[in-house]
């Protein structure tokens, strides 16, 4: 069936059956017994919080050529698409969309979870409807983008093949002591209300104050002695909180007063003034920020500040929770029955107030009671939840954690470095040996200067808070049980021993009965681990689904004995509770741990559990560990972290990939990053819909380098009429510009719009009238004329050669043919190298200049007198259309695709002698080209080049002139040596007349420069261009000309004149602007020469 080209390229009519032709020929799809070298990329799982975004869409883009590009060297390559339950995040987002629908949401399901309603299986139901929803739309958008995934082994982080790897990984972890639960200092996110882990927490400078308070200094008993301490804090709200005053024992002013009280103000609780070197103290003079705004008295708030917490645990002080889980003020968190509202009426006031709220209150209640100082301006880092936005809380609570401190996780990811890497990464301290594996040095980072980042938080981390206090994730797979009966809540040391000797028979009772419950199902006494922290509570870990299954069963028995669809309904012919349940401890509550796993915790298995593990699966043993990792800098810690050590660890010592490549950051027209909530993002199918698939991936390839972020100016379409225009900028009050809600048309009086950030703020709903703009970006133009030019130099190429035997004898290369082979061959080896660096600029760039440069507008151009009657020359052109369409296919997959299959129709047989072009069916599945060195002749080259050079200042002449491209025009070239050889023969061979209009052509090295001559400088040459002058304006133009140079020289001059430059930059770069003067020096020169002339 004949698929002849249309006139224009319309990617709406292509991509649709191109992505059926893959589809049919299961062309992403690969077997661990596939031949070739394994080969493989695990997608960085998408979130379902919302649609993929052109962040995405760039990650996504560059996955794809890796993968692409491997398949067709011939590696087993096999690209694994998912995505993330993304815990917080998802379920903060369906809270919001309930809560705006006016249905009942996460506040009233926790109610009905309370009632005994079912709320926690009602809400995660909600969340799964809007995971199946957005999860299909995301990959719906990465089929449209052409992502060659293996979509056969599509996974979800919660999937029961990652649940699996989740519980063994959590069960091993607790096993070998690496996992444990305690009590500590967390960062508590009051909006979502749970604990984050500290590469959760994103540090934003704040405009605030420091204020001054006077705190009355007192003896033990609580009489005044009329001094006062004046504390300085940027939180007066959690003054309420103090448990002691510090001051530095060095401090000459203050020191005195170490081991007097205050009398703390509201509460009137006595606290100490106590000693500690931590104190900076204060100095007003000081050129240090914290001495210029210190008093010399330090507030100590153990329960909410992690400076303040190391005193507390130093000086063996209370601890005194002053806020509740929504960060309103609260007295029920350690706080003495006497301070209680009900026994203070000055500290009911506060109770119930937001941190805002009470710290407003209590500067006013300061003020009132003349123990406000001042307050001083002050900007500081203050910590920021990265899904929430709100500041966290320092919270003291009971949390699980993972001790990636221990050098089996944290020592393994360091001694994974690559050693030059390592030696790159200045300012941090290697540890030695610190590793239960050999030193692997594997792991690369492009660019190299990542890797400090990684080995900077391995050195300097901390203990991984794992825990989170949400309904939607991984549920801890912890049961707890725990007695009522062992004796007083205050021990005495006796008593102690009593309980803990009657606690463990009755520890041991409930480790009887599971095993005889494992037992009686068929499971090993190894699925599950015991583990006691007090008297009170047994823990105990299981270790499979099918295991928390039997404890969820033995938990409703204990609950409710005679309940159907308990052990004894599931199990009927067993003595096992006779024998086990019967003799259970009294009095016995039991519960699986509420709390789920950080979502990391989950995507740092990503590598293994979607291939299978703990099972050792044959994708496992041929793509784990994979290639290379593409993502962002900002989750190097959230996400490659902890990858890393878990790999090694659990795959003794294997790492979850080689390479990790850093991409560059989208950021919109004004620098900033793309978000839904500044409304300045890109919807990729928007891009898809006005520009294709292809133009997209090839303009986000292009603009993807090592070493800066990438600026997307966004415009917007207007509904009314379909154009796009730049909209009103306005601030949002955060100090972002953000298009204005409602943007008038630019074309359409008197209609209006909403724009994204309209929407997504909620200051404008769109409504029939004014409805809502889409977001584009001209930038996607480049890869929409690239994908057009490619088109039609295709189509007229075709056009030309159909019903010509390429593959006939007869005909020699031509000058072109050779110029065009050896460009090709070079472009192969660039296109090759720069794939391979993971230089995907360099890559793009190259293909577009040889494609649209040096193919369209020097090849075809030079063979459309010749190519329908050589069929030497066709041949050249087919293999040269073959070659371009194979490098290009990663980038541009559908448009490549679409001109392969008419190219197979045409010329079923392409290829010369020293480029390998193998025949393919589809091009997804042909083989990258490799060509010889052979191929490339340096004469040609330089002939063809200098004939360019030429040709193009001929033409900039005829512009400057205003002479019609097609007007013929007597040439004379001043040149000798080669040159001039060169020339010569190039007009001989009637290239230089052809692409430059030429009836006449001399060539000269003694040429002199004829009367009335337009005239251009070309290195040591000088081209002239017949009768075209008048003398009075080309000495205008000379003038105009040689101004110009000099201005260039004298910045050249200026440049290498300039120490800092010529000895700290590069040398090749100093070297470069040498040249350049040099260059401009002579052509000054020439040029001077010239005016003299006349």
């Not at 059926?20 to 979130?47: C, M, Q, R």
């Not at 293996?150 to 990984?169: G, I, L, P, S």
């Not at 029920?332 to 203070?344: F, I, V």
Request: charged share 25%.
């Amino acid at each position: 069936m004949s698929s002849e080209l249309a006139s224009m390229y319309v990617p709406a009519d292509v991509e649709p059956d191109i992505t059926k032709l893959w589809n049919d020929a299961n062309a992403f799809h690969a077997t661990p017994e596939d031949k070739g070298v394994p080969y493989s990329i695990v997608i960085p799982p998408p979130n379902v919080t919302a649609a993929l975004h052109m962040g995405h869409a760039l990650n996504n883009t560059l996955q794809d050529i890796l993968t692409r590009y491997h398949r067709m060297v011939g590696f087993n390559a096999m690209w694994m698409p998912g995505t993330d339950h993304a815990g917080i995040a998802t379920q903060t987002v369906v809270d919001k969309r309930l809560q705006a629908e006016g249905k009942p949401a996460l506040k009233e399901h926790k109610q009905m979870e309370l009632n005994g309603e079912g709320g926690r299986d009602k809400f995660i139901a909600l969340v799964q409807d809007w995971k199946d929803e957005y999860e299909g739309r995301i990959t719906d958008q990465l089929k449209a983008m052409g992502c060659s995934c293996d979509w056969d082994r599509q996974r979800f982080t919660m999937d029961e093949t990652c649940a699996k790897a989740v519980r063994e990984a959590f069960f091993q972890l607790f096993k070998d002591g690496l996992i444990y639960r305690g009590k500590r200092l967390v960062n508590w996110d009051p909006a979502t209300q749970t604990a984050l882990a500290d590469d959760e927490v994103e540090m934003r400078d704040i405009d605030g104050f420091f204020y001054y308070m006077k705190y009355p200094i007192c003896d033990e008993q609580g009489n005044l002695t009329g001094e006062f301490a004046t504390v300085a804090t940027t939180r007066p709200e959690t003054m309420l909180g103090d448990t002691a005053v510090a001051v530095n024992p060095d401090d000459p002013k203050n020191k005195h007063t170490i081991g007097q009280f205050v009398k703390l103000p509201i509460v009137d609780r006595i606290i100490p003034i106590i000693g500690d070197d931590y104190v900076v103290i204060g100095d007003p003079e000081s050129s240090d920020e914290k001495a210029k705004f210190a008093s010399g008295f330090l507030k100590v708030t153990p329960a909410h500040d992690p400076n303040d917490y190391m005193i507390g645990q130093r000086h063996d002080l209370p601890i005194i929770n002053v806020m509740a889980l929504d960060g309103s003020i609260s007295i029920t968190h350690g706080w003495p029955e006497s301070e209680k509202p009900e026994a203070n009426e000055t500290l009911k006031p506060f109770v119930g107030l937001s941190r805002e709220e009470a710290r407003k209150a209590i500067i006013k209640w300061f003020e009132a009671n003349d123990l406000f100082v001042e307050k001083k301006p002050y900007k500081h880092s203050v910590g920021h939840s990265y899904r929430s936005h709100v500041p966290v809380e320092p919270y003291l609570s009971d949390q699980w954690y993972v001790k990636v401190t221990d050098d089996r996780l944290a020592g393994a990811a360091l001694n994974a470095m690559s050693p030059t890497q390592r030696q790159q990464s200045e300012g941090c301290v290697w540890k030695e040996g610190a590793s239960f594996t050999e030193d692997t040095g594997e792991l690369t980072f492009y660019p190299p200067r990542y890797a400090k980042n990684f080995q900077s938080w391995h050195e300097n981390i901390r203990d991984w808070c794992i825990s989170r206090q949400l309904w939607w994730g991984h549920r801890i797979p912890v049961w707890t049980f725990k007695f009522n009966n062992v004796g007083p809540q205050s021990f005495t040391l006796g008593e102690r021993e009593s309980a803990w000797k009657q606690t463990e028979v009755h520890q041991q009772k409930i480790e009887r009965a599971i095993y005889g419950i494992f037992e009686v199902a068929g499971l090993p006494d190894e699925s599950f681990v015991r583990w006691t922290d007090d008297p009170e509570t047994c823990h105990i870990v299981a270790q499979t689904e099918a295991a928390g299954h039997l404890l969820e069963k033995l938990i409703q028995w204990i609950s409710r004995p005679v309940v159907n669809g308990s052990l004894q309904v599931e199990y009927p012919d067993t003595d096992i509770f006779d024998e086990y349940l019967s003799q259970l401890p009294e009095c016995l509550e039991a519960h699986q741990d509420p709390d789920v796993l950080d979502t990391w915790f989950s995507s740092g298995l990503w590598p293994m559990s979607t291939m299978g593990w703990p099972e050792e699966t044959d994708v496992l043993k041929t793509w784990n560990p994979s290639t290379v990792l593409c993502t962002a800098r900002e989750i190097i810690t959230l996400w490659v972290s902890r990858m890393v050590m878990f790999n090694r660890y659990f795959r003794k010592g294997d790492l979850p990939f080689k390479d990790v490549f850093i991409h560059a950051m989208i950021q919109d027209g004004h620098g900033q990053k793309m978000s839904k909530s500044l409304g300045n993002g890109v919807d990729p199918f928007d891009i898809i819909h006005s520009h294709g698939s292809d133009a997209m991936r090839f303009t986000l390839a292009s603009m993807t380098t090592q070493t800066q972020d990438v600026r997307l100016p966004v415009d917007m379409v207007c509904p009314h009429t379909g154009e796009s225009f730049t909209p009103k900028y306005v601030g949002d009050g955060r100090g972002h510009k953000v298009a204005a809600p409602v943007q008038d048309s630019p074309s359409a009086k008197g209609k209006k719009m909403v724009s994204s950030y309209g929407v997504a703020s909620g200051k404008q709903a769109p409504t029939d009238d004014m409805p809502a703009a889409r977001n584009t970006s001209e930038k996607f133009d480049l890869g929409r004329n690239f994908a057009n030019k490619l088109w039609n130099a295709v189509r007229f190429s075709l056009s030309n050669i159909e019903g010509i035997d390429a593959n006939a004898s007869g005909g020699d290369l031509t000058l072109a043919d050779k110029w065009i082979l050896s460009r090709l061959a070079q472009t192969i080896a660039s296109t090759t190298k720069a794939i391979k660096g993971y230089e995907f600029k360099p890559y793009a760039d190259g293909l577009y200049d040889f494609i649209w440069r040096d193919f369209c507008d020097w090849y075809i151009e030079a063979v459309k007198p010749t190519i329908k009657t050589n069929p030497a020359q066709a041949n050249v052109l087919t293999t040269v259309l073959d070659t371009i369409l194979r490098l290009l296919h990663p980038a541009m997959p559908y448009i490549t695709e679409k001109l392969w299959e008419r190219l197979n129709e045409v010329v079923p047989q392409r290829g010369v002698e020293g480029l390998q072009l193998p025949a393919s069916d589809l091009l997804v599945k042909a083989a990258w080209p490799v060509a010889d060195e052979s191929l490339i002749d340096t004469d040609a080259l330089k002939e063809f080049d200098l004939l360019v050079d030429v040709v193009t200042a001929v033409r900039q002449v005829r512009t400057a002139y205003k002479i019609p491209p097609r007007q013929q025009v007597v040439c004379s070239i001043k040149a000798s040596g080669e040159n001039a050889t060169l020339l010569q023969a190039s007009g001989g061979g009637g290239l230089l007349k052809t692409f430059a209009a030429i009836s006449e052509l001399n060539v000269a090295a003694d040429m002199t420069k004829p009367q009335n001559a337009a005239s251009a400088v070309l290195g040591d040459m000088e081209v002239y261009l017949h009768d075209l002058v008048n003398a009075d304006e080309e000495k205008e133009r000379l003038t105009k000309l040689i101004a110009d140079a000099e201005k260039q020289a004298k910045g050249l001059e200026g440049r290498l004149s300039n120490p800092n430059y010529a000895e700290k930059a590069p040398a090749h770069l100093v070297q470069q602007t040498r040249d350049q003067l040099a260059a401009k020096q002579a052509e000054l020169e020439s040029l001077k020469q010239q005016l003299a002339s006349l």
